[in-house]
């Protein structure tokens, strides 16, 4: 069942949630563009940056963080100076691993686009804020085409865009930014939280026609094949919160329910007496369509009703002929049961 949210889905921007779907959506993105690649002589791989950080929020209590001063060994002589003992805090680094898009040329495994979707680190952690600097300068220097993907409301923007131009930009939750090397024009998509993510365009060698990735899919895609229905609790608002005009749309959109129920009823067999048994279903579909039959016929509950199905040339194919086959079978048709 796909995210009630007809874009982007802002609970997914929750810091222990994003990096699944991070993952996932570079995943789906390279799913998406590879058998198109293929055909102009071109494919995409998944590169990773690894470092070590700070995590974004405390993993050890705040007592453990101090370690004890080791107690001072009296020794015999005092000739020797005794250092004092510093404070001692625990190492709390975790290992940032971050996955990005790279687009090849087949002929000589030539890099020339990279696509990266942005993180919290990128934004908000300094050294993992250095590194994507680092890499946007490399990408600049080296004439490869960049395309930036910030679905994360939270921290400074830090797309390859200039600042002054930011500010100009019409009211926006999200951008997308392709910088296009040798280009004489800035390509950005500021995107609402109430629109759907943009077909941006990808740019491939100069003079060859861009590919496009349709994000919104990639981004649909992700959330299917990820536990997000289950996980995501819409009982409380997104973090970070959405802005004052958007939390009631939000709260709307969040109040249908991001799972299907199930279809558990089975089909009844009706006999003289009205008593009724139920009956092992073929599938789904099928026990849908003798739900809505039987749903008709207990209106005629002074015919005798049974349902064979096993007779194929009676089982309705589709929703009219359920109809009209319930008004037959409840007037005049008097199958046998089956067993």
């Given at each position: 069942?796909?995210?009630?949210?007809?874009?982007?889905?802002?609970?997914?921007?929750?810091?222990?949630?994003?990096?699944?779907?991070?993952?996932?959506?570079v995943?789906?993105s390279?799913?998406?563009?590879?058998?198109r690649?293929?055909?102009?002589?071109?494919?995409?791989?998944?590169?990773?940056?690894?470092?070590?950080?700070r995590?974004?929020?405390?993993?050890?209590?705040?007592?453990?963080?101090?370690r004890?001063?080791?107690?001072?060994?009296?020794?015999e002589t005092?000739?020797?100076?005794?250092p004092?003992?510093?404070?001692?805090i625990?190492?709390?680094?975790v290992?940032?691993?971050?996955?990005?898009?790279?687009?090849?040329?087949?002929?000589?495994a030539?890099?020339?686009?990279?696509?990266?979707?942005?993180?919290?680190?990128?934004k908000?952690?300094?050294q993992?804020r250095?590194?994507?600097?680092?890499?946007?300068?490399?990408?600049?220097?080296?004439?490869v085409?960049?395309?930036?993907?910030?679905?994360?409301?939270?921290?400074?923007?830090?797309?390859?865009?200039?600042?002054?131009?930011?500010?100009e930009?019409?009211?926006?939750?999200?951008?997308?930014?392709?910088?296009?090397?040798?280009g004489?024009?800035?390509?950005?998509?500021?995107?609402?939280?109430?629109?759907?993510l943009?077909?941006i365009r990808?740019?491939?060698?100069?003079?060859?026609?861009d590919?496009v990735?349709?994000l919104?899919?990639a981004?649909?895609?992700a959330y299917?094949?990820?536990?997000?229905?289950?996980?995501?609790?819409?009982?409380?608002?997104?973090?970070?919160p959405l802005?004052?005009?958007?939390?009631?749309?939000?709260?709307g959109?969040?109040?249908?329910?991001?799972?299907?129920p199930?279809m558990?009823?089975?089909?009844?067999?009706?006999?003289?007496?009205g008593?009724?048994?139920?009956?092992?279903?073929?599938?789904?579909?099928?026990?849908?369509?003798?739900g809505?039959?039987?749903?008709?016929?207990r209106?005629f509950?002074?015919?005798?009703?049974?349902?064979?199905?096993?007779?194929?040339?009676?089982?309705?194919k589709?929703?009219?002929s359920?109809?009209?086959?319930?008004?037959?079978w409840?007037?005049?048709?008097?199958?046998?049961?089956?067993?």
């Open positions: 069942m796909p995210s009630p949210f007809p874009g982007m889905d802002p609970y997914l921007e929750h810091p222990e949630v994003w990096p699944g779907v991070h993952a996932r959506l995943t789906e390279a799913a998406l563009l590879q058998p690649l293929r055909a102009r002589g071109y494919y995409v791989d998944i590169g990773e940056r690894i470092w070590l950080a995590p974004q929020r405390p993993i050890y209590p705040d007592l453990a963080l101090a004890p001063a080791r107690p001072r060994v009296p020794r005092i000739a020797v100076a005794e004092d003992e510093p404070v001692r625990a190492r709390a680094e290992q940032v691993r971050e996955p990005y898009l790279v687009i090849y040329r087949a002929e000589g030539e890099v020339v686009t990279g696509i990266e979707v942005l993180s919290p680190t990128n908000l952690d300094r993992g250095a590194l994507y600097e680092q890499k946007q300068a490399e990408t600049r220097e080296a004439g085409h960049l395309v930036e993907i910030d679905l994360l409301r939270d921290g400074p923007r830090v797309v390859e865009f200039p600042d002054v131009l930011l500010e930009l019409p009211r926006h939750d999200y951008l997308v930014n392709v910088a296009r090397r040798g004489e024009d800035y390509e950005i998509y500021p995107v609402r939280i109430r629109d759907r943009p077909r990808v740019p491939l060698k100069a003079g060859e026609e590919e990735l349709d919104q899919a981004l649909d895609r299917d094949q990820g536990p997000y229905p289950e996980r995501l609790d819409d009982a409380r608002p997104p973090t970070p802005a004052d005009d958007d939390a009631a749309r939000g709260r959109v969040a109040a249908h329910p991001r799972r299907a199930l558990t009823a089975s089909p009844a067999v009706f006999d003289r007496s008593r009724f048994e139920e009956r092992t279903v073929l599938s789904r579909l099928e026990n849908w369509h003798v809505f039959i039987e749903g008709l016929l209106s509950s002074r015919h005798t009703i049974s349902i064979n199905l096993e007779r194929k040339k009676r089982w309705p589709n929703f009219a359920a109809c009209s086959a319930a008004v037959s409840a007037g005049r048709i008097r199958t046998p049961g089956f067993r």
